[in-house]
């Protein structure tokens, strides 16, 4: 891949909001979260784990706390938000899942219900069944009013891993090496720890939220947000089918731009 900055959001199609660093883009996008609280809160957020989401739940917790003590309290009480993804097979309270993440980054520091926070239950005897029940629980509740996604360096999101189709839906899939390798961190550092299975959101509903947000930092994102922004659709890359939806916004870092390393 060559390292010429990607197109305009003129020519992806995408709204395209550029800032210098993890911290600018943190700040910026729990802004817009508390926004859509306000705005919709009919409607569930769709919230993802990583990496690039930690800031921003930390700058969430921050900004919600600076604000007037019933305003705050109006929305921690009609919170509700629904999580791409978990692994499977790891126990209930097993701190290396996505639902102990969200409770030490998210519930705990906002003060939230946890029951107004879902995920996926990885550790359900049966997964397929679990995924289906899954789905069904966000579609009762009316859908993703807006979809928070980070971005995969082989162009997942949530855990669609390539090759990757539009219509999927809420499903058990297994998790690639290089996915695995990634998220090898909070497991000692040892790929082969990772839980080889994941239940995810697909595409489907991810498409099916009322706008989008992609968030993206650091140099090491620059190549697939590049191909991303530039298209076309292609299961190959399966963020790219974000081009079919009328409202997405990227939010990216200058480093992930290809403007310098900033993360």
């Known amino acids: 891949m060559s390292q010429e900055p990607p197109c305009s959001s003129a020519s992806s199609g995408f709204e395209l909001i550029e800032l210098n660093d993890p911290l600018a883009v943190a700040e910026h996008v729990a802004a817009l979260l508390l ?5 919709r809160p009919e409607l569930p957020l769709g919230l993802a784990t990583g990496r690039t989401m930690e800031p921003i739940y930390q700058a969430l917790a921050r900004q919600l706390g600076q604000l007037p003590f019933a305003e705050g309290e109006r929305l921690r009480e009609r919170w509700l938000s629904f999580n791409l993804d978990d692994y499977v097979g790891l126990a209930a309270g097993d701190p290396r899942s996505f639902r ?48 928070v996604l980070g971005l995969g360096l082989n162009g997942h999101v949530g855990f669609n891993e390539p090759p990757c189709e539009a219509h999927v839906q809420c499903r058990c899939v297994s998790l690639s090496a290089s996915t695995r390798a990634a998220n090898a961190p909070a497991f000692g550092g040892n790929p082969e720890a990772v839980p080889a299975r994941a239940i995810t959101l697909g595409l489907a509903e991810i498409l099916a939220a009322r706008s989008i ?12 947000l590049r191909w991303i922004l530039q298209g076309p659709p292609t299961p190959e890359l399966p963020a790219s089918w974000l081009h079919r939806h009328p409202r997405v916004m990227v939010v990216a870092d200058r480093a992930a731009l290809g403007r310098g390393d900033n993360g």
Do not use: C, F, H, W
């Open 213 to 224: 947000l992609l968030v993206v930092t650091g140099a090491a994102k620059a190549g697939v």
């Open 35 to 39: 926004n859509e609280r306000r705005r």
């Open 100 to 147: 102990a993440a969200m409770i030490e980054r998210l519930v705990l520091p906002l003060g939230l219900d946890p029951e107004r926070v879902r995920l996926p239950d990885g550790a359900a005897p049966d997964p397929d069944a679990e995924a289906s029940r899954y789905g069904r629980e966000l579609e009762a509740a009316g859908g993703v009013g807006l979809q």
